[in-house]
Nanobody
Framework: VQLQASGGGLVQAGGSLRLSCAAS????????MGWFRQAPGKEREFVAY????????YYADSVRGRFTVSRDNAKNMVYLQMNSLKPEDTAVYYC??????????????????WGQGTQVTVSS
């Protein structure tokens, strides 16, 4: 599986960004997708995951109600809509594929493939 994340940038606090992740190499509908982020000096942390059908999504407490994960299986794409951004959301954001499950997980060790990351910077 190859993953390509895009859509990061610089935004003011309260603003919005939409991250995209393009997947290729395996049948996309067969596996769950996750988003993680890593701020400087911190460990990579879970943000959200979405199951194979798109009906099952789960969020970290820190982003619930502000971020929305979605997927388009026809296009092999997964998205992360980020609203009401805060300076503490500043990080490199990674999409990841869990090819062993169609349901998803918040555990980064469950994910087999990772995209290259896209930088999100939120200014105060």
């Amino acid at each position: 599986v190859q993953l390509q994340a895009s859509g990061g940038g610089l935004v003011q606090a309260g603003g919005s960004l939409r991250l995209s992740c393009a997947a290729s190499g395996r049948t996309f509908v067969n596996y769950a997708m996750g988003w993680f982020r890593q701020a400087p000096g911190k460990e990579r942390e879970f943000v959200a995951y979405i199951g194979w059908s798109g009906d099952d999504a789960y969020y970290a407490d820190s982003v619930r109600g502000r971020f929305t994960v979605s997927r388009d299986n026809a296009k092999n794409m997964v998205y992360l809509q980020m609203n009401s951004l805060k300076p503490e959301d500043t990080a490199v954001y990674y999409c990841a594929a869990d090819i062993s499950s169609r349901c998803g997980s918040s555990l980064k060790d469950r994910y087999n493939y990772w995209g290259q990351g896209t930088q999100v910077t939120v200014s105060s």
